[in-house]
């Protein structure tokens, strides 16, 4: 190391850091966040070549390789195959016996945005009011939370994490909760982490019920349905009215020059959706919710995806004519309705699979996103086939929030998200060896396991 | 009748729910043979292509090419497992209300036998999910909370017909956040409650024991009098909240107490040892891993998640290898539900003993069956496939520790309660049938509307929604076990319960 080199670096550095950083925050507002991204995922290319030698490739876009190579560079699967060249300089993980599949891909989820649920000073998942479409998930995103580890250990290697309604501990009520991020879970800060800085702006769809559960009191509330009704209709004008005056909006910022309009965040925020370029994920369980964002959305002519959806099958030729897809809430979960077939969650994302319904499964959830592959799982004991069990959680989720190019299969050229595991990796025992998370060796090491070890070798 | 509605939902809940069991029921011979089953029996290995003999409710032989007796009924178990009825040591389904009697702290007084419904749809789902018994808890509210219940999942029957005659009696502690009471803000106007601190729920439970002992004593001397033939002995007034747990100090009636934190742990079972019982059951237990070696040492169960962490601050610590790690130190362990639907799937979440800890299959299977049966004392009659032992069982496509398993057939005392092929068949009917009642109270509210009624005349009778409209269940089901967001609720079911 040649110190009289280095010293005239370290004085200029902090300069030109700050100077970075500047540049930065401008780009972020002026660049769409997909060239943002892309930019991003440039500046932190890892230089070094990573190869998997010899595993079982499941790639979820042809054939299984009975045993092949994977190449990644740059963040990125660079070749694959069973004959796939392994450059002589790439770090070589000799995987005989694993198998690959792409990494799991939690579709809507609340990973960084809350470490305990029940403290609300580590909850950052939602806020106060009614419309908050100007903010972002992965503003909030704690990069640091004991949760991504955790998670991916057990093969989640990107999720989306999206505000959500609330609920317990407070807030709830809110109507559009902001958007939602894709990230990967790796990496020392979230510009690191982004995969897509807006994924899907989050509407929670007023619910149309006449009981409700009030998380203030802890009990059940009862209203008629002419009173349900009313708050119903009541909410839903709201809602068209706000999406109006973001239309004038648009038109205003279109047609007019900047000095004519007050910046508004909220409604800018809006102009993606309008402009067709943002999804709504709209939360929604009952079919006549469903329904009524269906019909709202066709009106307003914004794109729309179903989240949560537990009576997407009562409105299957709807969605279906309308080609809406659905991100499925915790298929382990009971029905409210009693008469419900008892395995209803179990063989929705078949029925919707047979429906021709496009679906992903999500976890809707924080600590308990590792099941993801276990809600997968039952789907497939319960009639979804198994290769669309895999993709339910990979390839469907990436086609349904449009990465298809990036996320969800092993492919020349996509971000390089990878797990190794010892065996069917939705069967309960199988263990996760090794993981790549953007083209990197990731940890599979976390807190639980540290803890694991460190009272198993208590005297 | 006015309201025409009314008598609809009657009808439909009515039927919907006794439809299902005395159709399932039905064709009990007293005497049925499964073969060609691979059978986990859980204490006696596995037998391959095996045999299970059921007579009068109970096993009367397992092994390999045994002969149909005359008359019995045989199933053709091809390609299937049978293994012993899960249990679940953590329950609340079938209570009838609230769970919890959350307005004092100490409420041995009541008892959630008191509140058996039988009707809950959750048992039906929960058999469905392979469970045959259930240990249902009071809530977490109080440090002393109520009496529990353990029953059968025998769909259909009526509520003392649930229970699990001779189980052993027991009662529900808690400490840590839940009867401190951290979480919750109590509405306006009632005010905090003693205790809120973890020194206060120590309190709590050691002044009820010195009470219970005074009482104890009380009682003691009055019997000596009555059997000296002092006829002026005058009895003590009873006490239903120190009965019980007087019955914990002659070691009479289980205690199963809900704690999270080792240092709770450690402090109750020093405070058991201090008047002399045992905890029977130390329930989530999620830092049982940190006091394995104590815990082993005192005697108690330990009954666990699978892998549920995070939800409140003294669960950011819990671990998924717990289970494991209490077992390796000498600790019998269950993993439970406390969730109706958690239960559906604890052969699934015994299962991630394997991954989590290293478990084998026998240890993970014993999870949910044998080892739930003894910490709740019944391993006598349930808990494994034994001749002598009763004849709950279920029947997998699959290995029970398979994610691809789906529960076929569900037997309790030898009968059928669960049986999936009737369940699908029955969609069919119960689909015609609704259509058919929902017509037929439409019809009785237009009829109404032509009357011209003018009272009601705005309010919509259920009936006239649509169908795929969910109206809501009917009465019962009054506690918040499923609140309609967020759907997470296995984290308020952790709160609550």
Known sequence: ?459 | MKNPSVLGTILLAGLFAGLLAPALAAQDSGVTLIENATILTVTKGTIENGSILIRNGKIAQVGKNIKAPEGATVIDAKGMYVTAGIIDCHSHIAVEGNVNEGSVAVSSMVGVGDVINPDDIDIYRDLAGGVTTANVLHGSANPIGGLNQVIKLRWGKDAEELKFEGAPPGIKFALGENPKRNNFNPPPGIPRRYPESRMGVMDVIRQAFVDAREYKKSWDEYNKRVAAGDKAAIPPRRDLKLEPLVEVLEGKRYVHSHCYRADEILQLMRLAEEFGFRIRTLQHVLEGYRVADEIAAHGAGGSTFSDWWAYKMEAYEAIPYNAAMMTRRGVIVSVNSDSAEEARHLNQEAAKTMKYGGMTEDEALRMVTINPAIQLGIDKRVGSIEPGKDADLVIYNHHPLSVYAVAQKVFIDGHIYFDREKDLAMREAQAAERKALLEKAKKAAEAEKKAGEKPGADRKPDSEKKPDGAAPPQGKDEKPKEPPKPPQQVAVAGFLD
């Not at chain 1, 990125?76 to 995987?95: F, K, N, Q, T």
């Not at chain 1, 909030?140 to 004991?146: D, L, Y």
């Not at chain 1, 991020?181 to 702006?201: C, D, F, H, P, Q």
């Not at chain 1, 971000?415 to 990731?442: F, M, Q, S, W």
């Open chain 1, 1 to 459: 190391m040649n110190n009289t080199h280095e010293s005239p670096r370290k004085v200029c550095c902090p300069a030109v850091l700050k100077g970075l950083a500047g540049l930065t925050l401008v780009l972020s507002l002026l660049v769409p966040a997909r060239a943002l991204a892309q930019a991003m995922s440039k500046s932190q290319q890892p230089e070094k070549t990573y190869a998997i030698r010899g595993a079982k490739i499941t790639t979820l876009a042809g054939p299984v390789i009975e045993k092949g190579n994977i190449v990644m560079r740059g963040g990125r699967i660079v070749a694959i195959g069973a004959d796939a060249a392994i450059p002589a300089d790439a770090e070589v993980l000799d995987a005989a016996g694993l198998e690959a599949y792409p990494g799991f891909f939690d579709a809507v989820d609340q990973i960084g945005l809350q470490e305990v649920g029940a403290v609300a000073a580590t909850v950052d998942s939602h806020e106060l009011g009614q419309f908050n479409p100007q903010l972002n998930a992965l503003t909030a995103v704690h990069p640091a939370s004991e949760h991504i580890p955790v998670t991916r250990a057990a093969g989640i290697t990107e999720v989306v994490s999206a505000p959500s309604p609330g609920g317990f501990g407070g807030g709830g009520g809110g109507v559009i909760l902001g958007q939602a991020t894709v990230i990967n879970l790796a990496g020392w800060t979230v510009e690191e982490m982004m995969v897509r800085r807006s994924v899907a702006m989050v509407v929670n769809w007023p619910d149309f019920n006449t009981r409700s559960f009030d998380f203030s009191t802890f009990s059940v509330k009862e209203r008629s349905f002419t009173e349900a009704k009313k708050e119903y209709d009541k909410k839903v004008q709201e809602l068209t009215d706000f999406f109006e005056e973001a239309r004038h909006y648009q038109q205003a910022v279109e047609k007019g020059s900047a000095q004519n309009y007050i910046r508004d965040l909220k409604l800018e925020a809006m102009i993606p959706v309008l402009k067709g370029e943002l999804p709504l994920l709209v939360l929604a369980d009952r079919a006549r919710e469903i329904r009524g964002a269906v019909e709202f959305c066709d009106k307003q002519k914004v794109r729309m995806i179903v989240g949560s959806g537990a009576d997407s099958m009562k409105v299957a030729d709807l969605l279906k004519a309308k080609n809406i897809p659905v991100i499925l809430g915790p298929t382990l979960r009971l029905s409210n309705d009693e008469d419900d077939p008892y395995d209803k969650f179990f063989t929705l994302p078949g029925d919707l699979q047979k429906k021709g319904i496009r679906f992903a499964l999500a976890s809707f959830d924080v600590e308990f996103v590792r099941r993801l592959s276990q809600q997968a799982g039952n789907a497939v004991a319960y009639g979804l086939s198994h290769e669309d069990g895999l993709k339910a959680i990979s390839l469907y989720p990436a086609q349904i929030l449009g990465l298809d190019k990036d996320l969800g299969t092993l492919e020349t050229g996509k971000i390089a998200n990878i797990i190794l595991t010892n065996g069917d990796p939705l069967e309960l025992r199988t263990e996760v060896k090794n993981l790549y998370i953007n083209g990197r060796p990731t940890s599979t090491d976390n807190k639980h396991k540290q803890l694991f070890e460190k009272y198993s070798k208590r005297p």
